[in-house]
T-cell receptor
Framework: DVKVTQSSRYLVKRTGEKVFLECVQD?????MFWYRQDPGLGLRLIYF???????EKGDIPEGYSVSREKKERFSLILESASTNQTSMYLC??????????FGQGTRLTVV | GENVEQHPSTLSVQEGDSAVIKCTYS??????FPWYKQELGKGPQLIID?????GEKKDQRIAVTLNKTAKHFSLHITETQPEDSAVYFC???????????FGQGTELSVKP
């Protein structure tokens, strides 16, 4: 069964902390994505990667960075967490840009 | 710029009735339109998709229609059941980078 696993379901961090959100997929997919989900705004693309060590900015990359050292793992990094980054974060993977399999999400609260 | 508008934001229907959710997209070059269902506490899950060379696609109680001229596509759920209650997202794939752009979501509530 297809699986995208995010390391945490819930996280609470303090303003200014460096935060790591981890995502692992077991489908040998080339493409991985990080989305942010906020009420009334749908899913917005933060960063994506089509290959190991490759990354592309999405629509809202400011305040975030990513790392893809291995094909199966895609990490989202909040360099200095702020309260406006409180949100649900969703990781996804696909073998082509057409279909995406999502993880269960990480609800991050920055206080 | 690239944009997908989804309506309504909330929809309440009686069990057994039909539900329709509509989306419009801005880029006429878009060629792939998936729909996702997100249940409480879970990530979105693909339920049906349609490519630009097809006008309609059905899978049991759900169907999607595409009007390329008007640049809109719709999700139709017939004989709704309480387990259909969820948030539904439409998306459009844009040629540039092949990324998906999502609509704002529709919270569907099916009352028994």
């Amino acid at each position: 069964d297809v699986k995208v696993t995010q390391s945490s379901r819930y996280l609470v961090k303090r303003t200014g902390e460096k935060v790591f959100l981890e995502c692992v997929q077991d489908m040998d997919h080339e493409n991985m994505f990080w989305y942010r989900q906020d009420p009334g705004l749908g899913l917005r693309l933060i960063y994506f990667s089509y290959d190991v060590k490759m990354k592309e900015k999405g629509d809202i990359p400011e305040g975030y960075s990513v790392s893809r050292e291995k094909k199966e793992r895609f990490s989202l990094i909040l360099e200095s967490a702020s309260t406006n980054q409180t949100s649900m974060y969703l990781c996804a993977s696909s073998s082509g840009p057409a279909v995406a399999f999502f993880g269960q999400g990480t609800r991050l609260t920055v206080v | 710029g690239e944009n997908v508008e989804q309506h309504p934001s909330t929809l309440s229907v009686q069990e057994g009735d039909s539900a329709v959710i509509k989306c419009t997209y801005s880029d006429s070059a878009s060629n792939y339109f998936p729909w996702y269902k997100q249940e409480l506490g879970k990530g979105p899950q693909l339920i049906i998709d349609i490519r630009s060379n097809v006008g309609e696609k059905k899978d049991q109680r759900i169907a999607v229609t595409l009007n390329k001229t008007a640049k809109h596509f719709s999700l139709h759920i017939t004989e709704t059941q309480p387990e259909d209650s969820a948030v539904y997202f439409c998306a459009a794939r844009y040629n540039q980078g092949g990324k998906l752009i999502f609509g704002q979501g529709t919270e569907l509530s099916v009352k028994p």
